[in-house]
């Protein structure tokens, strides 16, 4: 091509970047203290929280640490969607003792906080210090090791980490290639007893990710063939597995369509729904996955006119033809299949909260990625239709 860039205009050049080492497996987490002992580690720092604990699932996983003789403390304070303040105590409790290896074990919450404390033990500070993009001055030495019990956020092999500061109503997003785990080690097994409820709302949030990767306006041919896998396999399985937490199959599937779609948007990037479901999570405190399950058949549709040729393959991969408008049928069809809310006033989100919902999505770095670029206005008419 001559050292051109394009063809009649079309770029085909892209960078593809994933820092993390995979292990991927059902039954592998079990064998985590013989991985430990091979890398010369002998004190771990857990990091997770009390549904994980409840669940039983930490049980195995320090039993495997005893059995190799490396010794560990937990940590097990970490709410949903952390507080800045969560991680920089984390660092804090993390810095008091000469621990060699950090494990985190839960959903996007334990594994975020992991990735935000090891930061600040790293280079000091508050982990909104580093708010933005690339602006953490030098990695941690320590290895990061983080077990998902989720299948839905990805954060298992992303470049991001998302905090809640409080004080300002908002989520604060730190990115940057320090962040990324070593090691992401995938046992589907420590997902056969999540809640139907859980499986459902982190199931949706994986199913956007691919969804809005796909869309991005930074979406190139290796993140468009992540993301494309990633949608057809979360639809093939995400309601198997919220009606039936038991099916392994079900369950195998969507921490493989999870990871898929974590490792897409790490280099593609989110869009419009990421952007608004950050400003209403930290507005009216609504979880994650149910924020995103809400808004995201109305911002495909929003998007279908920008994209409509991805449209019209998504309806395809979600089992509704290759009409672009259907698109966002299919995804709200699936919203309801799932048993998901799908009004904002089902959830305790006042309409006097709308415009400043709408006002504060555009403080998200996501927000520039979305293939339409919506006004003030759009937005909030998108709130009320979702109202």
Not at 118 to 132: E, M, P, Q, T
Not at 137 to 148: F, G, Y
Not at 206 to 232: N, V, W
């Amino acid at each position: 091509m001559n050292g051109t860039q394009s063809v009649q205009g079309i770029d085909f050049s892209f960078s593809f970047h994933l820092p993390t080492a995979i292990e991927f497996g059902y039954g592998k987490a079990s064998r985590l203290g013989e991985s430990l002992l091979s890398l010369g580690v002998t004190r771990v720092f857990v990091v997770t929280d009390q549904g994980v604990i409840s669940a039983g699932l930490l049980e195995g996983l320090t039993g495997s640490l005893q059995a190799e003789g490396i010794s560990y403390d937990v940590y097990a304070d970490v709410e949903p969607d952390p507080s800045l303040e969560t991680i920089d105590r984390c660092a804090g409790i993390f810095q008091e003792k000469a621990y060699d290896c950090i494990v985190a074990v839960g959903g996007g919450s334990p594994i975020d906080t992991a990735k935000g404390m090891r930061i600040v033990a790293a280079n000091g500070g508050s982990i909104g210090d580093y708010a933005g993009v690339n602006r953490i001055p030098k990695a941690s030495p320590i290895p990061l090791i983080v077990i998902p019990t989720t299948s839905g956020t990805g954060s298992e092999v992303t470049i991001f980490g998302v905090y809640s500061d409080w004080q300002n109503n908002v989520k604060v997003t730190v990115t940057s290639q320090h962040m990324a785990p070593t090691t992401a080690l995938v046992d589907p097994a420590l997902t056969m007893s999540l809640p139907a409820k859980m499986t459902a709302a982190t199931g949706i949030d994986a199913l956007a990710h691919g969804i809005e990767t796909y869309f991005s306006l930074r979406s190139r041919p290796a993140s468009d063939a992540l993301a494309l896998e990633a949608i057809a396999t979360v639809q093939a399985n995400l309601s198997r597995a919220v009606h039936d937490g038991s099916d392994i199959e079900a369950r195998v599937g969507m921490s493989h369509g999870s990871l898929l779609a974590g490792m897409a948007f790490n280099n593609g990037f989110l869009g419009l729904a990421h952007a608004i479901g950050s400003a209403l999570s930290g507005h009216c405190h609504v979880p994650h996955g149910i924020a995103i399950g809400l808004l995201l058949p109305h911002v495909v549709a929003f998007n279908t006119q920008a994209r409509p040729e991805k449209a019209k393959k998504l309806a395809g991969l979600l089992g509704k033809g290759e009409q672009a408008e259907q698109a966002a049928t299919a995804v709200a069809q699936l919203v309801m299949e799932i048993g998901l809310p799908t009004r904002l006033r089902e959830v305790g989100v006042p309409e006097e909260k709308l415009a400043d919902i709408a006002k504060d999505s555009f403080k998200s770095g996501m927000m520039k990625f979305n293939p339409r670029q919506p006004t003030e206005q759009e937005v909030l008419e998108l709130l009320w239709d979702a109202f």
